[in-house]
């Protein structure tokens, strides 16, 4: 899913229009992309990594968030988006938590996650789990009858056994950046909203040579 940065909220701008359409469209398409990729993925970073113990440097990853439409002064909208994949629960493990590769011999322990800033929950019978490609997984174990409690929107998903049995481990996950990011959408909408109509009002004299 997207956000879209857009004109809407800018004090007066039809009078800028009506007055210097050329300017005024191309000042806004400026302001809008500098917003975008500026303090609107600032925000949204500030607010999202308060709800969530994003490791740090993950949102400024380029394909975690990431200003997916850029303005033209033939559409003066511009879009963020945040990746839909859910998170690796493991990307919230505590340092020095158990790391087994898929053919080794699994030995569950206690995983300690902290999803949340400032708080932690623990997970028994939990281990990281790295696959061929490299990537590392959350797992636990459960027994016939078991049930996993306190995981964030996405129910887990079991590794089938080869033969297409039931394994009873269970993969996890955290909620996606897309998640948080629409979580957080509404309340940074006016800053951006400040942010942009200031952009636009310096474009626009730069422009212009003197604001209106």
Do not use: C
Request: net charge neutral; no cysteine.
């Amino acid at each position: 899913m997207t956000v879209t940065v857009d004109a809407s909220g800018v004090a007066n701008l039809e009078q800028y229009f009506e007055s210097f359409p050329r300017v005024a469209a191309e000042s806004m398409s400026i302001a809008l992309n500098e917003t975008a990729r500026g303090p609107a993925l600032a925000l949204a970073r500030r607010n999202m990594t308060q709800q969530v113990a994003f490791p740090e440097g993950y949102l400024e990853r380029p394909d975690r968030l990431f200003v997916s439409q850029f303005a033209n002064t033939n559409k003066l909208e511009a879009r963020i988006s945040g990746r839909d994949r859910p998170t690796s629960l493991a990307r919230f493990a505590a340092p020095g938590s158990p790391v087994y590769t898929s053919g080794q011999v699994r030995k569950p322990g206690n995983v300690t996650v902290h999803v949340k800033p400032g708080s932690s929950q623990n997970f028994k019978s939990a281990f990281l789990w790295q696959f061929p490609g490299g990537g590392i997984g959350f797992a636990i174990k459960l027994r016939p009858g078991e049930t996993v409690k306190g995981v964030d929107r996405y129910s887990p998903y079991e590794v089938p056994q080869k033969d297409g049995g039931h394994s009873g481990i269970f993969l996890l996950y955290a909620p996606s950046v897309d998640q948080v990011f629409q979580d957080v959408a509404d309340q940074i909408a006016p800053e951006v909203t400040s942010a942009l109509e200031d952009e636009f009002h310096r474009q626009f004299a730069f422009r212009s040579g003197a604001a209106l």
